[in-house]
């Protein structure tokens, strides 16, 4: 009987570990993140307190109704705190353990199962998508769009590439910030851009999306668009995987990310933090309009976006953004190889998105050197993005310094604490 037991568990092992599915165990173990004083790893806590008084500014001011801001240093959680209020007309207080809806911020998670994929040979990074999704087959791009909604198409000169939707260089836009004639014909065509409580798989939403015109010929321009969310059904194609199982048992699980989901279970509803707008110097719960701030929680929950529909905590996203500045390692598992880490931080579209003193990899926006010389945006190197509802983040890796300031807002406000945040954590480095 031991017998029998010690061959089925190597059987199971064997299965596994020869998984295309499987993490794969790296010499190198680098330690969760856990808390440790400022001192230690070279910050200054009477420079990081500045943070605090940065916030109840804001609050005062009422820039944000609340905000939990989180930073990191060599692996260690030097600061870690909450203020404000989570929902203000309930008056439930913010607390670090809140659900934040990351929207964007998903997109680097997606660019990072795209890239394990491509570790494994499942495709070339310039393969035209229409070898994996047909629909984009015999791409055009918009000449003209009549009163009646009717438009006229040109060819495109050029398939798009996998790597082409990595970089926002498809001509792939977001419709519900484009230009007028982009709003209509997304709109008419019933395409989603934001995360949805309906009843509709991303498959399907990227396959109406394919037979639309492109805003232009794909890697002649950078339009920041959809591109993640016809990855994120690739990676279903690729996988043989709904993508939140994939996550799940490919990226969050392996690092530990456990509030990290596409929807979240009704045991953690009551840390999601409200979407809130200021009206008549109040901040009350965002209403439904082009999307219902609900989706984490409501609705048919089978649409998996790719480019913009999870919701997580600081502390996980931080865990994240410590497996980049690891090398692609945390824990001992390898999601990433180095070597991928390092070429997905390099210039992938040149100039295209303009002189401003950063550049777009793979997965980030990456500081070149004109961004350090500029002051406040950390160093050469430093990678981050942010999301639609309000929440930043920066990874450093000559400093190795991951700095995430969430708040949850929409409409129109002065929110200063976005690169205010991000200077007062360059300023407390003190080694």
């Not at 035209?128 to 009717?150: A, H, M, R």
Request: net charge neutral.
């Amino acid at each position: 009987m031991k017998n029998f037991v010690k061959n089925l568990y190597l059987l199971l092992f064997s299965i596994y570990t020869l998984s295309p599915f499987a993490q794969t165990p790296s010499i190198k173990k680098s330690p969760l993140l856990t808390e440790a004083p400022a001192k230690s790893v070279g910050m200054s806590a009477e420079r990081l307190a500045r943070i605090d008084a940065m916030c109840k500014e804001a609050i005062k001011n009422n820039e944000i109704p609340g905000a939990v801001a989180l930073v990191v240093r060599n692996g260690k959680i030097v600061y870690y705190k909450a203020f404000g209020m989570g929902d203000n007309e309930s008056g439930r207080e913010l607390k670090g353990d809140a659900i934040f809806r990351i929207a964007s911020q998903t997109k680097a998670i997606t660019a990072t199962a795209i890239m394990m994929l491509w570790e494994e040979g499942k495709f070339k990074l310039d393969d035209p998508i229409s070898k994996y999704i047909p629909e984009f087959k015999n791409e055009q791009v918009l000449d003209t769009l009549y009163e009646n909604g009717t438009y006229k198409t040109i060819a495109a000169k050029n398939p798009i590439t996998i790597r082409h939707l990595l970089t926002h260089t498809s001509g792939i836009g977001y419709g519900f910030i484009d230009n007028d004639n982009f709003k209509r014909i997304y709109k008419d065509a019933g395409i989603i851009d934001l995360a949805t409580t309906e009843n509709i798989s991303i498959g399907e939403n990227i396959k109406k999306l394919a037979k639309l015109p492109l805003h232009h010929n794909p890697g002649e321009k950078f339009t920041y668009g959809e591109g993640l969310d016809v990855l994120g059904y690739l990676i279903e194609i690729v996988s043989g995987m709904p993508l939140d199982q994939f996550y799940k048992t490919r990226i969050f699980d392996p690092l530990g990310m456990n509030d990290t989901r596409f929807y979240q279970p009704e045991s953690k509803h009551n840390r999601l933090v409200s979407v809130q707008k200021k009206e008549n110097g109040n901040w009350i719960k965002y209403t439904t309009t082009l999307y219902d701030p609900n989706y984490p929680v409501n609705g048919a929950q089978r649409y998996f976006n790719g480019g913009g529909g999870l919701s997580g905590t600081a502390k996980d996203y931080a865990t994240f953004l410590q497996m980049y500045l690891n090398n692609g390692e945390l824990n001992g598992v390898r999601l990433l190889s180095r070597t991928t880490v390092e070429f997905m931080m390099k210039n992938q579209i040149g100039n295209l998105r303009g002189d401003t003193g950063a550049y777009h990899g793979l997965a980030f926006e990456v500081i070149d050197e004109k961004g350090e010389n500029m002051g406040g945006r950390n160093s050469k190197g430093t990678f981050g993005w942010g999301g639609y509802f309000n929440t930043q983040y920066f990874a450093d890796p000559k400093e190795n310094v991951i700095g995430i300031i969430m708040k949850q807002t929409q409409g129109a406000i002065t929110d200063s604490t976005d690169w205010k945040f991000r200077q007062l954590v360059g300023e407390s480095i003190d080694d």
